[in-house]
């Protein structure tokens, strides 16, 4: 539908943006459960390729962003991913956000009662969370969560901006239960990753882009996908993991480094100290990166430092890495409640999530804050766990 089509009045309207046709089938799951609570999901895309999708084959009520006649000053684009990344400069930035603006403030006008977005850090994600907290409009920001079924969604954003990292109380209650904790029961799903299969309609998104004047933009960007690949993991996967013990860094996104520190030195500084520290303990230093890391620099300044022996880089899972390493450097990255989980020595690098935290309050994360996205046969949450994504929705 178009922007100016008709709802009905029986119907309370929120809107969802979606970046991707990954984002656009996560967020499809909710439409049934939110039909039952009487919602009607508003979706908003900057891709062609998804409007297609959601529109013809889904049927949802879906409208693709386009440029309007008036300009915003922007608000808070400087360390989006996009431009930390580089996959924007700040006038194509500028233009996103002004369009985004426009276009929201006409969905406006159907008078929405909330808004969900993925993530938070993204051009998008910020534009609309401003925009949210500006008209007074309830506001959910969803990102994968720590174990299978479970997402990490609340107000404020993710990881050490979120609502939980502001209530840590939430989490030092004692639970009932009295299983030891184990690497088996809590990094068996842990890691989970998003499957993402290249699609060519990808094209039709470019070819908008051309058009609207709007840059072509997301996290998983296609045409890389098509043209390069960061890592030959013929050559650089093949550590075996035995029971001898190692040091383990699982490096987070090099977006995080650009973001505190305006480039990727900190990271290799840090390594530089970490490989220092442990010369003369003849442990290997396993390192791992974030599976969706998209830096060609960062990748190979790390391939360097494998070629000369000092780390062994490589694509096992940090679920089988952390049944067998002695010591992990977590740099923000959520594998450090897996190590809190299951006692393994961790040394936080700086400011980094979980940094301080008792496996009591680990193990609350996960059973507690988490919460659990089940769905049926037809692959939809029902109208419980959207009930259950309303109330997050009142913490603040």
Request: aromatic share 12%; net charge negative.
């Amino acid at each position: 539908m178009d922007v100016n089509s008709s709802i009905g009045s029986d119907m309370k309207n929120m809107l969802i943006i979606v970046e991707s046709e990954q984002q656009l089938l996560f967020f499809r799951t909710f439409v049934k459960g939110l039909h039952e609570l009487e919602y009607h999901p508003l979706f908003l895309t900057n891709k062609f390729s998804v409007m297609l999708v959601g529109k013809f084959h889904f049927g949802l009520d879906i409208s693709l962003l386009r440029k309007g006649e008036k300009n915003y000053e922007s608000y808070d684009i400087e360390e989006s991913l996009e431009m930390l990344l580089g996959h924007v400069n700040l006038k194509e930035s500028q233009i996103l956000f002004s369009a985004i603006c426009w276009h929201v403030d006409l969905l406006l006008q159907k008078n929405i009662e909330c808004i969900w977005v993925w993530g938070g850090n993204t051009i998008a994600s910020k534009t609309v969370k401003w925009i949210a907290k500006k008209n007074n409009i309830r506001f959910l920001l969803f990102d994968r969560g720590n174990s299978e079924g479970k997402m990490f969604v609340d107000t404020k954003g993710t990881a050490l901006h979120s609502w939980l990292y502001e209530h840590q109380e939430f989490l030092t209650t004692e639970l009932n239960q009295s299983e030891s904790n184990t690497v088996d029961s809590y990094t068996k799903h842990f890691n989970f990753q998003q499957k993402v299969k290249l699609n060519l309609f990808f094209l039709l998104d470019v070819l908008y882009s051309a058009i609207s004047g709007i840059r072509f933009v997301g996290e998983r960007n296609p045409i890389k996908k098509l043209f390069k690949s960061l890592i030959t993991w013929d050559s650089f996967g093949k550590y075996e993991v035995t029971k001898k013990q190692f040091i383990y860094i699982p490096f987070a996104h090099s977006f995080e480094c650009k973001k505190r520190y305006d480039g990727i030195d900190r990271y290799f500084n840090i390594l530089d100290n970490i490989l220092a520290d442990n010369r003369y303990q003849s442990n290997d230093v396993v390192v791992t990166i974030h599976p969706l890391e998209d830096d060609r620099e960062f990748v190979e300044r790390l391939q360097a430092y494998a070629l000369r022996g000092e780390i062994q880089l490589t694509s096992i899972r940090s679920t089988e890495l952390l049944r067998y390493c002695s010591k992990v450097y977590s740099f923000n990255t959520s594998v450090a409640l897996h190590a809190i989980l299951n006692n393994i020595p961790i040394e936080f690098v700086e400011e980094s999530l979980f940094k301080g935290w008792s496996s009591i309050m680990a193990k609350n994360y996960v059973d507690r804050y988490l919460i659990d996205l089940p769905v049926d046969e037809d692959g939809c949450c029902p109208a419980g766990t959207v009930e259950a994504l309303f109330e997050r929705m009142r913490l603040e």
